[in-house]
């Protein structure tokens, strides 16, 4: 039993300092967009365009998808501005619902392979939130978040996906939000939709694999974007007071920091010491790399201690704004 032990202990210390060595020397293979089509949904506000102006930084050809002509035509001259090579690099938009049937998001990427060249990146900021209790939510605008959020989602991943695995190179990211690995008070609509992206992203990462396409889920906090500044104005108070623990976000820093990440090949990009809390506690069966694989080994106890006094605080709030409602009732 003694010998058993001692033999799992190490074996235990030789895998560690076995990741530790391949962490502290292996660098790993940090891919390149020069030269190369990204597309991004999204692109004309917000993330999406933060992430597109960082394309152009680095070299890519970019086109940027939307709805408003009128946004799109100013995102572009703010991207072109930003392009590393001015004189080489191209940069167009594409007027699009990709909430649409497949049929027409696939025609739409089929032309803009033909005119663009073929992508090689796909960043998907298309999205929407919602915040409200469940019983004053309705159908159809649960129906509109998930159209968005999730379909609109898969169906620009399905449209690029086989040109990718016949060049067997590509890199997809997927836009979600903290939301994705946690409830909160007020968006059991949206948390809904957001939690279907990581699924979506994990299955699609171990189907793509294979293909040398890499998948990349971004989960941004609040961000100082249109569209939150929309949403704050119809927010919860609990659900205000429960987001002010992760602070908000400028979303050239999501999209720098998506960037890097997917890059690098990370499946999880993150910003700030709440992102990295939550994710390491919230890994489950994930891709990942050596440096995370360490962190959560090494960290996911304790942080998971520390997670309880997370949700102990949102506890409080929600009850205290409940308290106060209700004093507030009987004093009319």
Do not use: W
Not at 177 to 203: D, H, P, T, V, W
């Amino acid at each position: 039993m003694v010998l058993s032990i001692n033999l799992i202990l190490a074996i235990l210390v030789l895998l560690i300092s076995g990741l530790i060595i391949k962490l502290l020397f292996y660098r790993g293979h940090v891919r390149s967009v020069e030269n190369k089509h990204v597309v991004i949904t999204g692109g004309s506000s917000g993330i999406g365009k933060s992430a597109a102006i960082a394309a152009a930084r680095q070299g890519a050809h970019v086109t940027i998808i939307a709805r408003d002509v009128e946004k799109l035509e100013k995102a572009k001259y703010e991207i072109m501005q930003a392009c590393k090579n001015k004189d080489t690099q191209r940069v167009e938009y594409l007027p699009l619902d990709v909430i649409q049937d497949y049929e027409e998001i696939q025609k739409a990427f089929m032309e803009l392979e033909k005119t663009m060249g073929p992508i090689y990146m796909l960043i998907n900021c298309a999205g929407s939130s919602m915040c409200a209790k469940i019983e004053d939510t309705s159908t159809s605008d649960v129906r509109k978040m998930m159209d968005l959020n999730f379909f609109g989602t898969y169906n620009c991943i399905k449209a690029v996906v086989q040109s990718m695995k016949t060049a067997k190179d590509g890199i997809i990211v997927l836009t979600a939000s903290q939301a994705s690995l946690l409830g909160i008070y007020g968006y059991s609509a949206y948390c809904s939709s957001k939690f279907a992206l990581r699924g979506l992203a994990e299955s699609i990462s171990m189907e793509l694999t294979p293909y040398n396409i890499s998948v990349t889920l971004c989960l941004p906090p609040d961000t100082d974007t249109p569209g939150f500044a929309t949403e704050l104005l119809t927010k919860l108070l609990e659900t205000k007071l429960i987001s002010q623990s992760s602070g908000l976000v400028k979303p050239s820093a999501i999209a720098d920091q998506l960037f890097k990440d997917a890059l690098n090949g990370k499946f999880f990009s993150t910003v700030g010491i709440e992102g990295f809390m939550l994710c390491t506690i919230s890994c489950g069966m994930s891709p990942f790399t050596i440096s995370e694989l360490l962190a959560q080994v090494t960290l996911m106890g304790f942080l998971r201690l520390i997670s309880v006094f997370y949700i102990i605080s949102f506890q409080r709030i929600i009850l205290k704004c409940m308290k106060t409602r209700d004093k507030n009732k009987k004093s009319e």
